[in-house]
């Protein structure tokens, strides 16, 4: 993205770091303007925008209905809402209850059907769940890192598959100590290959999928996009699939604005925008555990976001003249009860998240009744899902502390691959 320069798939998905200046690449699709595949199942009728080389089993795609409820009690004419999770009155089908599944079924169906090697997944929860899911469906080998404080968010609906592998940071770690571990576990071995994050572009364009669905059932693309962020990796290919949409040229001009939230008072993203910095705004060690500790939506607490990198977070909000807000725990629970009284749904409290950002936008006048919006609910319908299916649980095969050596991770790592 930053260099301009183009260049063949020869089957990566990542970029090299070692880049002077590195920046996130994209894929060109042979397919400028996208058929809607109808014939295929999931999010593959996307497949002509999505880097894969095969299609796996039991795919899931985001859904959009217009709203009733909420967009009549906000005074919004043209509100959308992006469904992910477990809703089968309105075909929402995700067993994990988030969008996450986007881009689980396009990574995992970017790598070949001979891959014997071990995918490397660190997650806070949700992103987990949805890797656990495919590759445990698909026969595909997973070591994850989760902190053991977020065990809960592992339960499946199916039992986990033996080609599944968990370690867990020990109690008191989070999110940014599963990423450190899972970066030592890769160097490793060569057997370990990283799901890549933000640089994959198999991730972020399973992702886009969730804007592709909403301009599918609008006919146009969005003026605003709300979502709740954590590392922001949704957010980035909602604004590359709207560019996809325009040079398609059959939805419209790209306006779209990203509005996206964090939950307070962990708002790293919402400091740095403020402060206009492209250098991300970082607090300390100590400070950034405590107040992820205090936040309801801990899958929004990525401590390391591809911000500053070329085609990143701040160029996707700046180049769209969006903004990012604030959300308290009392506000999202707020929304949360609010949208199930609305819609009829139960949602996530990132995508509570979501919601209250909305409600803010609309008191605060930056979007107005006319404007076609998109409001993203990245996870919603668990309880439901819950309540009609046994639950199964993951339990981990290894416990570290937070600052393991590398001797350490590697002895633990290669001792669950014998």
Same mark, same amino acid.
């Given at each position: 993205?930053?260099?301009?320069?183009?260049?063949?798939?020869?089957?990566?998905?990542?970029?090299?770091?070692?880049?002077?200046?590195?920046?996130?690449?994209?894929?060109?699709?042979?397919?400028?303007?996208?058929?809607?595949?109808?014939?295929?199942?999931?999010?593959?009728?996307?497949?002509?925008?999505?880097?894969?080389?095969?299609?796996?089993?039991?795919?899931?795609?985001? %859904?959009?209905?217009?709203?009733?409820?909420?967009?009549?009690?906000?005074?919004?004419?043209?509100?959308?809402?992006?469904?992910?999770?477990?809703?089968?009155?309105?075909?929402?089908?995700?067993?994990?209850?988030?969008?996450?599944?986007?881009?689980?079924?396009?990574?995992?169906?970017?790598?070949?059907?001979?891959?014997?090697?071990?995918?490397?997944?660190?997650?806070?929860?949700?992103?987990?769940?949805?890797?656990?899911?495919?590759?445990?469906?698909?026969?595909?080998?997973?070591?994850?890192?989760?902190?053991?404080?977020?065990?809960?968010?592992?339960?499946?609906?199916?039992?986990?598959?033996?080609?599944?592998?968990?370690?867990?940071?020990?109690?008191?770690?989070?999110?940014?100590?599963?990423?450190?571990?899972?970066?030592?576990?890769?160097?490793?071995?060569?057997?370990?290959?990283?799901?890549?994050?933000?640089?994959?572009?198999?991730?972020?364009?399973?992702?886009?999928?969730?804007?592709?669905?909403?301009?599918?059932?609008?006919?146009?693309?969005?003026?605003?996009?709300?979502?709740?962020?954590?590392?922001?990796?949704?957010?980035?290919?909602?604004?590359?699939?709207?560019?996809?949409?325009?040079?398609?040229?059959?939805?419209?001009?790209?306006?779209?604005?990203?509005?996206?939230?964090?939950?307070?008072?962990?708002?790293?993203?919402?400091?740095?925008?403020?402060?206009?910095?492209?250098?991300?705004?970082?607090?300390?060690?100590?400070?950034?555990?405590?107040?992820?500790?205090?936040?309801?939506?801990?899958?929004?607490?990525?401590?390391?976001?591809?911000?500053?990198?070329?085609?990143?977070?701040?160029?996707?909000?700046?180049?769209?003249?969006?903004?990012?807000?604030?959300?308290?725990?009392?506000?999202?629970?707020?929304?949360?009860?609010?949208?199930?009284?609305?819609?009829?749904?139960?949602?996530?409290?990132?995508?509570?998240?979501?919601?209250?950002?909305?409600?803010?936008?609309?008191?605060?006048?930056?979007?107005?009744?006319?404007?076609?919006?998109?409001?993203?609910?990245?996870?919603?319908?668990?309880?439901?899902?819950?309540?009609?299916?046994?639950?199964?649980?993951?339990?981990?095969?290894?416990?570290?502390?937070?600052?393991?050596?590398?001797?350490? %991770?590697?002895?633990?790592?290669?001792?669950?691959?014998?």
């Amino acid at each position: 993205m930053g260099s301009g320069r183009i260049g063949k798939d020869v089957g990566g998905w990542t970029l090299d770091m070692s880049e002077k200046e590195p920046s996130l690449i994209r894929a060109i699709y042979e397919r400028k303007e996208i058929r809607l595949r109808n014939e295929l199942e999931g999010l593959y009728r996307f497949a002509d925008w999505l880097p894969i080389r095969r299609m796996l089993k039991n795919p899931s795609v985001p %859904i959009c209905y217009r709203s009733e409820g909420l967009a009549n009690d906000l005074g919004l004419k043209k509100l959308y809402i992006i469904f992910n999770g477990w809703w089968p009155e309105k075909g929402a089908a995700m067993s994990t209850g988030t969008f996450k599944e986007c881009e689980a079924y396009s990574v995992c169906a970017r790598l070949p059907e001979n891959f014997d090697g071990s995918l490397v997944v660190a997650s806070a929860g949700n992103t987990a769940r949805a890797f656990v899911k495919v590759c445990s469906d698909n026969d595909i080998s997973l070591l994850l890192f989760v902190p053991h404080d977020n065990l809960d968010a592992l339960w499946f609906d199916t039992p986990v598959a033996s080609c599944v592998k968990l370690i867990c940071v020990a109690p008191g770690g989070d999110y940014y100590d599963s990423i450190l571990m899972s970066t030592a576990a890769i160097a490793a071995s060569k057997r370990f290959i990283p799901e890549g994050g933000a640089k994959n572009i198999a991730r972020r364009d399973g992702m886009g999928t969730t804007l592709l669905s909403a301009a599918a059932e609008i006919g146009n693309i969005p003026d605003v996009y709300f979502q709740a962020v954590g590392s922001g990796t949704g957010a980035i290919a909602a604004w590359e699939a709207a560019m996809r949409l325009e040079s398609d040229g059959r939805w419209g001009p790209n306006n779209m604005r990203l509005i996206l939230s964090q939950n307070a008072p962990f708002i790293p993203m919402v400091e740095s925008l403020a402060a206009d910095s492209r250098v991300f705004i970082v607090v300390d060690d100590d400070t950034a555990r405590r107040q992820i500790s205090q936040v309801t939506a801990k899958v929004l607490t990525n401590r390391n976001p591809p911000w500053a990198i070329a085609g990143g977070l701040y160029d996707a909000v700046r180049t769209t003249a969006g903004t990012i807000l604030g959300v308290s725990n009392d506000e999202a629970g707020q929304a949360a009860s609010r949208f199930q009284r609305l819609e009829g749904v139960s949602i996530s409290p990132a995508a509570a998240v979501a919601v209250s950002s909305l409600i803010q936008a609309v008191q605060r006048g930056i979007v107005t009744e006319s404007q076609t919006i998109a409001l993203n609910i990245t996870g919603g319908g668990i309880d439901r899902l819950k309540q009609n299916h046994p639950l199964y649980k993951l339990e981990p095969s290894v416990i570290l502390p937070p600052n393991s050596d590398a001797r350490d %991770i590697k002895d633990a790592v290669t001792s669950l691959f014998v």
